[in-house]
T-cell receptor, first 115, second 113 residues
Framework: KAGVTQTPRYLIKTRGQQVTLSCSPI?????VSWYQQTPGQGLQFLFE???????NKGNFPGRFSGRQFSNSRSEMNVSTLELGDSALYLC??????????????FGPGTRLTVT | AQKITQTQPGMFVQEKEAVTLDCTYD???????LFWYKQPSSGEMIFLIY??????QNATEGRYSLNFQKARKSANLVISASQLGDSAMYFC??????????FGTGTSLTVIP
């Protein structure tokens, strides 16, 4: 079974631009979560989508948005990029999520650099 | 507020020895899940082990075991018989009813041959 895939793997953008990252979950998985990882803030939860609906959201500004398609693929968008948005963005998928769900699998991440 | 603390920024262990990575948490929520993940230099997060807050027995997965002490709010990871490939960052995480994951700051483990 193929794992979680994320595209692109590396991205360089200029401050003020916008970016879209893509995540394809494991086949059959309906929950997709996004995380931002930086040396200073560590791993922080961005949001989770389940069946095309945002089910949970972390404490990030409205410049960060996402969506999920009917095939469970998810995209994350960051508008008006700032230098502080430089990070590794990780996507994780699971069958259904929930408190007792431990089958959350992460993708390799997209490393975004904002200059 | 939920909080995860990993007090060991870096750890060293001799190959074939056991090592314990510390994790403490703070929550008033009675229902939660505890996780440990490994992140090699490649960046991908690898699930290692899970413990539910209502589980009576400590979780084990091969060479990994979770020392769960609910009253002390600690969930330490024990790696037995360390291997060179165990060198990586290790993250403790919690998942609550609201479905959010909270991660600790991580511990960098280096296995010495």
């Amino acid at each position: 079974k193929a794992g979680v895939t994320q595209t692109p793997r590396y991205l360089i953008k200029t401050r003020g631009q916008q970016v879209t990252l893509s995540c394809s979950p494991i086949s059959g998985h309906r929950s997709v979560s996004w995380y931002q990882q930086t040396p200073g803030q560590g791993l922080q939860f961005l949001f989770e989508y389940f069946s095309e609906t945002q089910r949970n959201k972390g404490n990030f500004p409205g410049r960060f948005s996402g969506r999920q398609f009917s095939n469970s693929r998810s995209e994350m968008n960051v508008s008006t990029l700032e230098l502080g948005d430089s990070a590794l963005y990780l996507c994780a998928s699971s069958l259904a999520g929930g408190i007792n769900s431990y089958e959350q699998y992460f993708g390799p991440g997209t490393r975004l650099t904002v200059t | 507020a939920q909080k995860i603390t990993q007090t060991q920024p870096g750890m060293f262990v001799q190959e074939k020895e056991a090592v314990t990575l510390d994790c403490t948490y703070d929550t008033s929520d009675p229902s939660y899940g505890l996780f440990w993940y490994k992140q090699p230099s490649s960046g991908e997060m690898i699930f290692l082990i899970y413990q539910g807050s209502y589980d009576q027995q400590n979780a084990t997965e091969g060479r990994y075991s979770l020392n769960f002490q609910k009253a002390r709010k600690s969930a330490n990871l024990v790696i037995s018989a360390s291997q060179l490939g165990d060198s990586a960052m290790y993250f403790c995480a919690m998942r609550f009813t609201g479905n959010q994951f909270y991660f600790g700051t991580g511990t960098s483990l280096t296995v010495i041959p």
